[in-house]
């Protein structure tokens, strides 16, 4: 069975750094590519990171990029976030997703989410 | 970036067809496929996979799901509406980066 187990979440202040975490089992976590998508409250759903099988190419969109960094580590079956310079609007659910085997970009499996929320 | 449009909420009765569209302001397929993708999220639980590349069935969902479309219009219906429905459901486009998700159309009892 497939699962997607995220930690890392909680209160932090503007400006501040967190990172979360994402731990996989059930699959072979090194055949497929990995992503981050987040939810604020009462709110849609949103990209945030897409990293390949090595980890070797790694894809944001705008809001994001050059503040938040996707990275694994397939021998330990593990996915992170590290999110610096954190704003309020990136308050929000996080959740941790597998991107299909065929390359077609859509999120087979879901993690049940972590809460991340930015207040002074 | 690519604008997926979904009405916010759809009222209809149990036992009845519920039909929900997502309209991609550009296509969303190239040749044959359609690469556009369909969520069930219910409160409080992560998103689960209905419908992938438009029309096929992902696993463990049930036959009464069904997804139909191309181009820049998309369908997923479910027939017929059960209690277990009530939920939103996202469209998603992998078309372009950024992967895009509709708002939402929150499926409401009638």
């Known amino acids: 069975e497939v699962q997607l187990v995220e930690s890392g979440g909680g209160l932090v202040q503007p400006g501040r750094s967190l990172k979360l975490s994402c731990a996989a089992s059930g699959f072979t976590f090194s055949n497929y590519y990995m992503a981050w998508v987040r939810q604020a409250p009462k709110k849609g759903l949103e990209w945030v990171a897409t990293i390949s099988t090595s980890g070797s190419r790694t894809y944001y969109p705008d809001s994001v990029k050059g503040r938040f960094t996707i990275s694994r580590d397939n021998a330990k079956s593990s996915l992170y976030l590290q999110m610096n310079s954190l704003k309020s609007e990136d308050t929000a659910t996080y959740y941790c997703a597998r991107l299909d085997y065929g390359g077609y970009a859509y999120f087979d499996y879901w993690g049940q989410g972590v809460m991340v929320t930015v207040s002074s | 970036d690519i604008v997926l449009t979904q009405s916010p909420v759809l009222a209809v009765s149990l036992g009845q067809r519920a039909t929900i569209s997502c309209r991609a302001s550009?296509?969303?397929?190239?040749?044959?496929?359609?690469?556009m993708h369909w969520y069930q999220q219910k409160p409080g639980q992560q998103p689960k996979l209905l419908i992938y590349r438009a029309s096929n069935l992902a696993s463990g969902i049930p036959a009464r799901f069904s997804g139909s479309g191309s181009g820049t219009d998309f369908t997923l219906t479910i027939d017929p509406v059960q209690a277990d429905d009530i939920a939103a459901y996202y469209c998603q486009q992998s078309r372009e980066s950024p992967n895009t998700f509709g708002a939402g159309t929150k499926l409401e009892l009638k």
């Open positions: 550009q296509s969303v397929s190239i040749s044959s496929i359609n690469l």
